[in-house]
């Protein structure tokens, strides 16, 4: 059973920077999908950022040139690094690997506010 771990939300102005981290257990990290979601309240969750096994990456339009997402496979540990946050950005934030449809995880989530 994997186990992911988020760590790094919290309250920040806007235009600041956060960097979200997801730690998991199992050995199956660096051959998984991984994303990272967000869910407003009222909204429904969507995708912010992935990344196939061999580590190309994809971003939502609203995200682009902002966020960055990146892992260490020796640490098992996806990051998702924001910069010029907004208003908008403010969710709880949910890291997922996917290794096969029986094989798909989330996290318990992290809370980020952006304050105006």
């Known amino acids: 059973q994997v186990q992911l771990v988020e760590s790094g939300g919290g309250l920040v102005q806007v235009g600041g920077s956060l960097r979200l981290s997801c730690a998991a257990s199992?050995?199956?990290?660096?051959?998984?999908?991984l994303g990272w979601y967000r869910q407003a309240p009222g909204k429904q969750r969507e995708l912010v950022a992935g990344?196939?096994?061999?580590?190309?990456?994809s971003y939502a339009d609203s995200v682009k040139g902002r966020f960055t997402i990146s892992r260490d496979i020796a640490k098992n540990t996806v990051y998702l690094q924001m910069n010029s946050l907004k208003p908008e950005d403010t969710a709880v934030y949910y890291c997922?690997?996917?290794?096969?449809?029986?094989?798909?995880?989330w996290g318990q989530g992290t809370q980020v506010t952006v304050s105006s």
């Open positions: 997922r690997q996917i290794f096969n449809a029986v094989s798909d995880y």
């Open positions: 199992g050995s199956m990290f660096s051959i998984s999908t």
């Open positions: 990344m196939s096994r061999v580590g190309s990456t």
